[in-house]
């Protein structure tokens, strides 16, 4: 069964520091996501993805974040100056095609732990 | 703005017994769809179900079973003669309609544990 993969599975990095994570959407999905979720919290929304721009962004997705699709594959958040506050496990999701009845399909996770 | 509540912070049950996971949600839209997931030990956030809010018949999926009911915002899970497999945090989203965007949102969660 297709899957999302995400890379690295844990990311350790000075605060202050730039950092990227990877994600591959499943190959005939259309819209991707990244939601976060801080230890022991719930999952929260960062931002939706679709034709080469953002299309949905929450509040925490404040100017220290970007996303991309720098390839056919590839799907990537940016967190230009990390805090301590950004520790996290970052979800990346996709779905077939927008709108609230598609569910949406998770990877694995990349905890992120700034020091 | 839409917001999901799951009162029950913690569930502890043996094994074989039944357990229900309570779910209330509001939203604004007339149209909106409902999902649960379920987050094993090991981290990964896995897709159970999908309901649109205009369809409220119910669901049994071997020991699974959703109870939507729109006039309480309501949308419980049950899992039946549980098994320590069960054991993981599950979460109840909502999701707006259309074209309103995608957006996730999600409840706090409930942590599950089925003790042998």
């Known amino acids: 069964e297709p899957e999302v993969t995400q890379t690295p599975s844990h990311q350790v990095t000075q605060m202050g520091q730039e950092v990227i994570l990877r994600c591959v959407p499943i190959?005939?999905?259309?819209?991707f996501y990244w939601y976060r979720q801080i230890l022991g919290q719930k999952v929260e929304f960062l931002v939706s993805f679709y034709n080469n721009e953002i299309s949905e962004k929450s509040e925490i997705f404040d100017d220290q974040f970007s996303v991309e699709r720098p390839d056919g594959s590839n799907f990537t958040l940016k967190i230009r100056s990390t805090k301590l506050e950004d520790s996290a496990m970052y979800f990346c999701a996709s779905s077939v095609w927008r709108g609230g009845n598609q569910p949406q399909h998770f990877g694995d996770g990349t905890r992120l732990s700034i020091l | 703005a839409q917001k999901v509540t799951q009162a029950q912070t913690e569930i502890s049950v043996v094994e074989k017994e039944d357990v229900t996971l309570d779910c209330v949600y509001e939203?604004?839209?007339?149209?909106?769809?409902l999902f649960w997931y379920k987050q094993p030990p090991s981290g990964e956030l896995v897709f159970l179900i999908r309901?649109?809010?205009?369809?409220?018949q119910n669901e049994i999926s071997g020991r699974y079973s959703w109870n939507f009911q729109k006039s309480t915002s309501s949308f419980n899970f049950t899992i039946t003669a549980s098994q320590v497999v069960d054991s993981a945090v599950y979460f109840c989203a909502l999701s707006g309609k259309e074209t309103s965007g995608s957006r996730l949102t999600f409840g706090e969660g409930t942590q599950l544990t089925v003790n042998p």
């Open positions: 309901r649109n809010s205009f369809d409220e």
């Open positions: 190959s005939n999905h259309l819209y």
């Open positions: 939203t604004r839209d007339t149209t909106y769809y």
